[in-house]
């Protein structure tokens, strides 16, 4: 589907159907990433990011020329599978590395 410029392009959603969480860690009392793999497919280096409006799944970046920030890639998810994503990630993470004060 062809866009003007300016306009929003369509989102085409990932599905999780199949894929595996891997290297579950803590990193701060905010952020938490992870790798998810299957399908053929390795997203690495994803984030779950405990924002003002809640979490939500956040791809890496990586810091450009200009001092800005960049997504290194980019990949949507529905909302009900990002719950999924979020909820799986937070069951994996070791206990010993969440710290009891954290309200994840």
Known sequence: MANKAGTDKEKV?????GMTL???RQLSEKVI???ML???????NLRIV?????????APQEKGKDGKYYNV?????????????IAAVKAKLPKEEAPADIPF
Do not use: M, P, R
């Open 13 to 17: 959603f990932f599905s999780i159907k």
């Open 22 to 24: 891997a290297n579950v």
């Open 50 to 58: 405990k924002g003002e409006k809640g979490d939500f799944v956040a």
């Open 38 to 44: 299957g399908n053929g497919l390795g997203l690495y």
């Open 73 to 85: 890639y980019a990949v949507y998810f529905s909302d009900e599978d990002q719950k999924k994503i």
């Open 33 to 35: 990433a992870f790798s």
